[in-house]
């Protein structure tokens, strides 16, 4: 074993290799859980040394298999009256430090490799917040995408018809993703509330009528931004005048152009699955409703915005080449906020040589390990998911506390607790980084300070 953490994580020591050998011998089929398992053993091997409890507890072996996980068969009708059938789980990931948390994705490409590296992350993300949370992650491979209401509504009633019996305010609390959003919220939680007869904070991103929290939709993107202010405040910088990108166009993406907007800084792209727009002269407050109405209220495609706004440009998606053009455009900052990898190695090195020397990230995992690397090593200001995006899983606490005191805070009330949140994260990270001899490494930082939070609760509650 090494002790220090700086060394090139992909590289890899013996003790990772051993690990890893042994992990993806276990789970041979699921790549994007193992890709963020090695992240994180990578990073605190290090403080295995320092905490010989957490070797002798097999803290590692136990926290990378979840607690429990359930698939299940989800039938519904569509409206022609065909049956269909999807197929639905829920991970709960590891409950050391609070009730399972985390949300639900509904895409075509969910599986249980998605959803292990989704529920695994959520673990280290949630001790991050400093709240109560455990970690856990589900959903289903279900497409809501050219669904009607109605067929929306009956696919997450009988989704909930079957989730309803593992979760609970005390137990598991999930909330949205990809492709869940309000509505899909609002049918889960109004099919458990009518087979339960209970009115109990079971899901968050909950409408501000039936136990919502203000700030939720806004609180990933605006803590993705408040987390990227932090790391640019290190140089004395602020978001005036900087340009930056911007990936995906649902509610993470909606929020950070809102905020980057707010602090001065202009946004010059946006995605979404069939391709990217250039807006040259920003995405200003005006453009950013019309977004909102394409989307949250139309859901239509991007590609609209260039017919919208005649200076704007789009580009179709091109999956033959070998990296994506969007992350070529010039600029000072990027925030990748629609799906995991979506940043490979040539974008990474795209970015860099385009002037880009800040990344935060909205979305779940979207470097991939080399990517990640190439951040790291080119010292850029980098924000890695599980700190950049944890604001939005904050917010979710906030909800469960105000729900069970049954009271409402103030929208300018949760947006304080929001960016002393997002600032104690930044500060957990430096801070756990220069602990371990890797000052800057905001990866390390985070996988550092959300793991030993984690595996002391685990050292304390014996071997359960
Ligand atoms: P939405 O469903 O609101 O939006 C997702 C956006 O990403 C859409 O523009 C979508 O395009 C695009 N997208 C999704 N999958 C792909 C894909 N495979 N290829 C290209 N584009 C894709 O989801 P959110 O904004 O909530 O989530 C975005 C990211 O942020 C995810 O990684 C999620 O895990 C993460 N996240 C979300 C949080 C939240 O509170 N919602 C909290 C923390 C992280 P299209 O509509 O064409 O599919
Ligand atoms: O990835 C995430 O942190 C989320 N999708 C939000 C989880 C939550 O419980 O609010």
Redesign the pocket.
């Known amino acids: 074993m090494t002790t220090t953490c700086c060394t090139s994580a992909r590289a890899g020591s013996q003790f990772v290799k051993d690990f890893m050998g042994t992990l993806t011998a276990a789970n041979p089929h699921e790549p994007e859980f193992l890709q963020a398992a090695q992240e994180v053993v990578t990073s605190v091997e290090a403080v295995m040394e320092k905490k010989p409890q957490y070797l002798q507890g097999n803290i590692l072996g136990r926290i990378v298999e979840p607690e429990r996980a359930f698939q299940f068969r989800v039938p519904w009708v569509n409206d022609a009256g065909e049956v269909k059938v999807n197929r639905g789980y829920r991970i709960e990931f590891n409950s050391a430090i609070g009730p399972y948390k985390g949300?639900l994705?509904f895409?075509p490409?969910v599986n249980l490799s998605i959803l292990k590296f989704?529920g695994f992350e959520q673990v280290f993300k949630n001790s991050l917040t400093t709240l109560p949370m455990g970690g856990g992650k589900g959903g289903a491979d279900f497409n809501p995408?050219g669904k009607s209401d109605g067929e929306v509504m009956r696919f997450c009633q009988s989704f909930m018809s079957e989730l309803f019996r593992h979760i609970g305010p005390d137990t598991d609390v999930p909330?949205?993703?990809?492709?869940?959003?309000s509505r899909e919220i609002g049918y889960m939680f109004g099919e458990y509330k009518k087979i339960t007869n209970t009115f109990v904070g079971i899901l968050t991103?909950r409408g501000l009528e039936w136990g919502g929290s203000l700030i939720r939709p806004e609180?990933?993107g605006y803590g993705c931004v408040y987390f990227a202010a932090d790391m640019l405040a290190t140089r004395g910088e602020t978001f005036e005048g900087k340009t930056c990108l911007v990936?995906?166009?649902?509610?993470?993406?909606?929020y950070t152009v809102e905020k980057i907007n707010d602090l001065g800084g202009k946004v010059v792209t946006l995605?979404?699955?069939?391709g990217w727009i250039f807006d040259g002269d920003g995405v200003d407050a005006e453009k950013l409703d019309w977004v909102m109405h394409l989307?949250n209220n139309h859901r239509g495609?991007?590609e609209e915005y260039a017919q919208q706004f005649p200076n704007a440009e789009f580009h179709s998606?091109n999956d033959s080449l070998d990296h994506n053009p969007m992350w070529s455009v010039k600029a000072d900052c990027a925030f990748p906020?629609?799906?995991?990898n979506?940043i490979n190695a040539v974008d990474a090195t795209n970015l860099l040589g385009n002037g880009v020397y800040l990344v935060s990230e909205?979305?779940?995992?979207?470097s991939t390990a080399i990517a990640q690397d190439t951040f790291v090593d080119a010292g850029i200001l980098y924000g890695p998911?599980k700190a950049a995006?944890?604001?939005?899983?904050a917010v979710?606490g906030f909800e469960m506390a105000q729900a069970s005191q049954r009271l409402y805070w103030t929208r300018d009330e949760v947006d304080a607790r929001l960016r002393i949140i997002m600032s104690s994260i930044h500060t957990q990270c430096v801070d756990a980084a220069k602990e371990f001899g890797c000052e800057g490494n905001y990866v390390h930082g985070a996988n550092i300070a959300g793991f030993v939070k984690v595996a002391d609760a685990m050292i304390a509650q014996g071997i359960v």
């Open positions: 949300g994705r895409h490409t989704l995408k909330a949205g993703d990809i492709g869940v959003g991103g609180a990933t990936s995906g166009s649902g509610n993470v993406a909606q995605s979404d699955s069939g989307k495609r991007i998606r906020s629609a799906t995991q979506e909205g979305a779940n995992m979207p998911a995006n944890a604001g939005g899983v979710s």
